[in-house]
């Protein structure tokens, strides 16, 4: 029972990361109606971004500044890259962006050379015991906070402020939006500033307790099945989704011994089983919105 409770905590502190990520994804889809696969890079580039800054500012505000500055990243490669791109198949924006992801991840990697690079998190390995002698690691407490945070900041932007409300109704209809005199291209913009920034703080925490280097981006891949699972254009579902594949996966990890004929590696494809499990019951996924087409 003490393994499960602690490989639980461990995949809540996991899953806030891909919830981070699904939540990017899920803000660009919302918006523009195409899945961005640059944001890998921008995750990688915030991390490394932190490596640089953590000695002379400290991890809090280096995490502070590489969001911002990542976001204003993604935000630039949305005017240059991606806007120009408007009104072309949705097919071909989504290949634009994947060119993005392989450019950018070409610049940061030579920015990493050969040293290993840290983020200089403030928990290393450390953990607390609670009642029973579970032990959860501080790190993965952060990253639950961190993501409750963010989340509830996102929800009162949206909710109550008059660009999070543009940016709503853009996402919902954007003939209307443009109608009542909202700047879908400044909702498009916004949205690929917010994603680069959630991407840099997934990044940095999934580098907390280990080192940064050039196979970081692969944790974003396991963001892909969160928003399919939860929805792709549900922002409760990939927080949802991104809680459900971590703790999943940790379990899977934990017990995967037992099972020897699974294979050593079991808990990798895991997020993927689930999102097909869950796809063949609710195919636009736990929260997404049914699609009615009629002819």
């Known amino acids: 029972m003490k393994d499960v409770v602690e490989s639980i905590l461990r995949g809540i502190g996991t899953g806030s990361v891909y919830a981070l990520l699904g939540l990017g994804f899920v803000i660009i889809y919302k918006a523009t109606r195409v899945i961005s696969f640059?944001?890998?890079a921008f995750m990688l580039a915030g991390a490394v971004l932190v490596t640089y800054l953590v000695k002379?500012?400290?991890?809090?505000?280096?995490?502070?500044?590489?969001?911002?500055?990542?976001?204003?990243?993604?935000?630039g490669i949305e005017r240059v890259a991606v806007r120009p791109m408007v009104g072309r198949p949705v097919f071909t924006v989504a290949i634009i962006t994947l060119g993005i992801d392989i450019a950018v991840r070409v610049v940061v990697n030579a920015l990493i050379g050969l040293d290993v690079r840290h983020v200089g998190d403030p928990w290393g390995l450390d953990t607390w015991k609670l009642p029973g002698g579970i032990l959860i690691e501080q790190r993965h407490v952060a990253m639950v906070v961190t993501t409750a945070i963010?989340?509830?900041?996102?929800?009162?932007?949206?909710?109550?402020?008059?660009?999070?409300?543009a940016m709503r109704a853009a996402s919902y209809d954007q003939e209307a939006a443009l109608a009542q005199g909202v700047s879908v291209g400044a909702v498009f913009a916004l949205s690929?500033?917010?994603?680069?920034?959630?991407?840099?703080?997934?990044?940095?925490?999934?580098?907390?307790?280990?080192?940064?280097?050039?196979?970081?981006?692969?944790?974003?891949?396991?963001?892909?099945p969160v928003i399919i699972l939860g929805g792709l254009d549900s922002l409760p579902g990939a927080v949802v989704g991104g809680l459900v594949v971590g703790v999943v996966q940790e379990i899977t990890a934990?017990?995967?011994?037992?099972?020897?004929?699974?294979?050593?590696?079991?808990?990798?494809?895991?997020?993927?089983?689930v999102m097909l499990l869950i796809l063949l019951v609710r195919p636009y996924g736990l929260f997404g919105t049914r699609e009615v087409e009629r002819v």
């Open 38 to 40: 640059a944001q890998p």
């Open 56 to 75: 002379p500012l400290g991890f809090f505000v280096a995490l502070a500044v590489a969001s911002v500055v990542t976001g204003a990243l993604a935000l």
């Open 150 to 165: 963010l989340i509830a900041g996102l929800f009162l932007f949206f909710r109550y402020t008059r660009t999070g409300l």
């Open 192 to 224: 690929w500033a917010l994603a680069g920034a959630l991407a840099a703080v997934a990044g940095t925490f999934a580098a907390v307790g280990g080192s940064v280097s050039e196979s970081l981006w692969l944790v974003a891949l396991t963001a892909l």
């Open 254 to 273: 934990t017990y995967q011994g037992d099972f020897p004929w699974l294979g050593g590696n079991v808990s990798v494809v895991t997020p993927y089983v």
